[in-house]
């Protein structure tokens, strides 16, 4: 409830500051991020509508034909179990470090007295914030669930991270659905999506206490964020820079998720680490790309959006020579 009143009051005031400012509705000024009323935007959007859409129907259809997916108790038999100063699994617990650091220095990023990343509506910021946070306790989740891995552990692990994936949709939501209409439905999709990132994870514990584990929903959950960013990125024109950049995150991951297969044959090639270490390393440093982006990118010179007033990030502010390079 605190955080939808914060987001309510977050959206309130984008809207005040618009009005204030001409932004919205001012003839002849479009709104950033959308392209000229026209049939082509007309298109676009029913495009864009379609493919969510489609989503949401393709994950209907996987829970209705696929089985209930209970959690392998092999998961838990990870190749690289060595001790080290007194530390159970001790390369894949340290390995969520960088979980933490990265976390931190996105809600640095985000929280400081001159924070290093703008907005251009206050509400914008919520997924960000709610990312970072959850980045964070991943990395201590995963420790905990690595030092010793059962079921159990593994919920605390699971939980976090599915708020990652659900913060991320969120933020892809309001940055490529257009300036006034992405502010409103971020306000209402990022408490929703943390809601049912978090209930499938608690599902999935549920079933397995009673012997009959499904991790659909979670599967769903992680696969959302990942065939969404490259939906939004290629059908909705982009309201700030570095777009790209969401790509980049997500080849990391994929990585990732690769080298997670890859945990036995990669330790027994050298015994000096498993792929399931690996894999940490390369998801952190997706996030670490993420909060890079975030740093880098400014708000798009849109139609003449920025001679209306709109917020640009600090570091065109500052100056476009050494960052200067849109990656647009």
């Known amino acids: 409830m605190i ?8 959206a309130a005031s984008g809207d005040k500051d618009m009005t204030e400012h ?14 000229e009323a026209g049939p082509s935007a007309t298109r676009r959007r029913w495009v864009l509508q379609g493919a969510g859409l489609a989503l949401l129907a393709a994950a209907v259809a996987f829970l209705a034909l696929v089985p209930p ?11 690289d179990q060595r001790q080290l100063w007194g530390v159970p699994n001790a390369w894949n617990v340290a390995s969520n470090i960088p979980f933490l650091l990265v976390g931190l220095a996105g809600l640095w990023s985000l929280l400081a ?12 910021r919520w997924p960000w914030l709610s990312f970072f946070a959850a980045l964070a306790l991943t990395g201590i989740g ?9 079921n159990a552990t593994l919920l605390w692990d699971r939980l976090p991270l599915a708020l990652t ?10 940055e490529h659905s257009g300036a006034r209409l992405g502010s409103r439905v971020a306000t209402v999709a ?12 608690l599902y999935w514990h549920g079933t397995e206490l009673r012997g009959a584990g499904d991790l659909r929903p979670y599967i769903i959950v992680q696969a959302a964020p990942l065939i969404w960013a490259p939906v939004a990125l290629l059908l909705y024109p982009a309201r700030y820079s570095h777009g790209r950049t969401y790509l980049i995150a997500l080849a990391f991951y994929l990585s990732a998720k690769g080298f997670e297969t890859l945990d036995g044959p990669l330790y027994a090639a050298g015994e000096i680490v498993g792929g399931h270490a ?16 975030l740093r880098v990118r400014r708000l798009l010179d849109v139609g003449g959006a920025r001679s209306a007033g709109w917020a640009v990030d600090a570091t065109d502010r500052a100056g476009r020579g050494a960052g200067g390079a849109a990656d647009r």
């Open 3 to 10: 955080l939808s009143r914060r987001l309510a009051r977050d």
């Open 22 to 35: 001409g932004r919205a509705g001012a003839p002849g000024i479009p709104e950033p991020g959308l392209p």
């Open 69 to 79: 997916i209970p959690q392998s108790t092999a998961y838990h038999s990870f190749a």
């Open 113 to 124: 007295r001159r924070p290093s990343v703008a907005f251009a509506q206050p509400v914008e």
């Open 142 to 150: 995963s420790a905990v669930y690595h030092w010793r891995p059962t």
């Open 165 to 174: 994936f659900m913060a991320v949709l969120a933020a892809l939501i309001g």
């Open 190 to 201: 990022l408490p929703l999506l943390l809601i049912a990132g978090a209930a499938s994870v």
């Open 278 to 293: 690996v894999k940490h390393l390369l998801a952190a440093t997706a996030a670490w790309r993420l909060l890079d982006m």
